[in-house]
C-alpha cells in the first residue's frame, strides 16, 4: 500500500489542502525532481506491463501529500485487512477503527474498477452461493455463463490462489487499467465481482453514492482523492518516526535505531 500512495501520479489537479503531518510537494527542496522521477518511472513500467497500475489507480491524478517515512518493524500477524466476504457492516466497522466512513468504504471500493481477481475467490458465487450449491442469484445469466467458462470449478481453489487463474474484476468496462466510476454502473447492474462490492448496492447510502459516481464522474475522482488523502494518514510515519528504508521490501534491520532523514 506504501507503494501505491507513492506512485499515484502528483498531477496538480485536484489540490486538496489537508492541514497534517504530510505536504503537498514536501521533497520541493531536498529533491525537487522526485515526483517526476516516479512519475517517469511508472510511465516507463506501464509500457512494458499494463497490469501494474492496477495496483497504482492509473487515471486518477491528483495532488497527493508526501513525506511519509517507512515503519522499523513489519510483521504479517499485525496486518489485519478486511475480507471481501465482510457484510458492508463489518467493512464499515473497520474503516470507522481508522476513522473512514461509509462513503470513504464505498469511494474507496471503487478502486476496484481496476485490476484482477483469483477466480478462487468468486468460487463460492459462481457454484455454492451461501452453501446453497447454486450460483449467487443476483449475477446476470449472460455473466454468470462467462464467469463460469473463465473459473471452472476444477480450478478455482481458494487454497491455491498463487496458481489460480485472474480476470479482471471490473466487468463492466472496455478498459480494465483506467480508473473511472464504469465500477459504480458495474454494481448497479449486478456485476461487482467480489461480494462486498456487490453489496454496496444493497444499502441507502453506499447506493446513493454509486448512482452519484455515475451520473458525476468527475466526483467520483475528487472524492476518491479525497479519501485516499484519508486512507494515506492512517498510522502515517513522519519527521524522525520510523526509518527510509534501503530496499522498500524490508526493514533496515541494522540501521532502524539510526535517525535518517533526507537532507
Ligand atoms: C474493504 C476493503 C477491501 C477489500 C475487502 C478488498 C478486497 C480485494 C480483493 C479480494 C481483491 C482481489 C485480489 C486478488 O485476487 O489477487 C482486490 C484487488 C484490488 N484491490 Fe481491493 N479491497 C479493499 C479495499 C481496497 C482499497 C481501499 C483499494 C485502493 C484504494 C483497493 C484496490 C485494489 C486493487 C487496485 C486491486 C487489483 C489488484 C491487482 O490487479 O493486482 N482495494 N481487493
Redesign the pocket.
Known amino acids: 500500500m506504501a507503494t ?1 500512495f507513492l506512485i499515484i501520479l502528483l498531477s496538480a489537479a485536484h489540490a486538496l489542502s489537508f492541514a497534517l503531518s504530510l505536504e503537498i510537494h514536501y521533497y520541493r527542496n531536498s529533491c525537487p525532481r522526485a515526483e517526476l522521477i516516479v512519475k517517469q518511472i511508472v510511465k516507463k513500467h506501464f509500457q512494458q506491463d499494463q ?1 501494474v497500475p ?2 497504482l ?1 492509473r487515471g486518477a491524478a491528483y495532488a497527493l501529500p508526501t513525506g511519509r517515512r517507512d515503519g522499523n518493524v513489519s510483521k504479517i500477524e499485525e496486518v489485519h ?4 466476504y ?1 457484510s458492508i457492516q463489518a ?1 464499515e466497522a ?2 470507522k477503527s481508522i476513522n473512514l466512513d461509509v462513503v470513504d ?1 464505498t469511494t ?2 471503487g ?2 474498477g ?5 477466480c478462487g ?1 468468486l468460487n463460492d458465487r459462481l457454484y455454492n452461493y451461501q452453501g446453497t450449491g447454486l450460483s449467487d442469484p443476483r449475477i446476470p445469466p449472460a455473466l454468470l455463463a462467462s464467469l463460469k467458462q473463465k473459473c471452472p470449478p476444477e480450478v478455482v481453489l481458494p487454497s491455491n ?1 498463487t496458481v489460480d487463474a ?1 480476470i479482471f ?1 471490473n466487468q463492466a468496462t472496455s478498459s480494465p487499467f483506467v480508473l473511472d466510476s464504469s465500477f459504480y454502473q458495474g454494481l448497479i447492474n449486478q456485476k461487482a465481482l ?1 461480494q ?1 462490492d456487490q453489496d454496496l448496492a444493497y444499502t441507502d447510502l453506499s447506493l446513493k453514492w454509486a448512482k452519484r459516481f455515475v451520473r458525476k464522474p468527475k466526483r467520483f475522482i475528487h472524492q476518491f482523492s479525497k479519501s ?1 488523502i484519508k ?1 494515506g494518514n492512517v498510522g502515517v510515519l513522519t519527521g524522525k518516526d520510523g526509518e527510509i528504508r534501503q530496499n522498500c521490501r524490508k526493514v533496515n534491520k541494522d540501521t532502524s535505531t539510526s535517525s535518517k532523514t533526507l537532507p
Open positions: 501505491l497490469s492496477a495496483g489507480l485487512l478486511p475480507s471481501p465482510f467493512a473497520a474503516f468504504l474507496l471500493l478502486a476496484h481496476v485490476g484482477f481477481c483469483h475467490l490462489l485472474k474484476l467480489l462486498l485516499m486512507l
